[in-house]
């Protein structure tokens, strides 16, 4: 998710890249990586990070990702 998250970021097609994870403080440092990483390979979208799914709600794209360590997406959680 990261690694989607840095590229929409550097390719400029998007004004907004939000991390949302219900592990907060990983995405949040994750959000900080990235823009960090702007000073090597700029990026003029925004980039920030949430643990609230509501942030998604009127997003022109949505990008899933398989979490981390936690197995993949099944069953009702996979469909969220």
Do not use: C, F
Not at 13 to 24: H, I
Request: charge should be negative; charged fraction near 25%; aromatic fraction near 2%.
């Amino acid at each position: 998710g990261s690694a989607a998250a840095r590229a929409l970021a550097a390719a400029g097609v998007v004004r907004r890249v939000t991390l949302v994870d219900d592990a907060v403080d990983v995405a949040r440092g994750k959000a900080l990586d990235i823009r960090q990483a702007g000073a090597v390979e700029p990026a003029d979208a925004e980039v920030g990070a949430t643990g609230d799914l509501a942030a998604v709600v009127g997003a022109a794209a949505v990008v899933l990702a398989d979490r981390q360590g936690r197995g993949e997406w099944a069953g009702d959680e996979g469909l969220m």
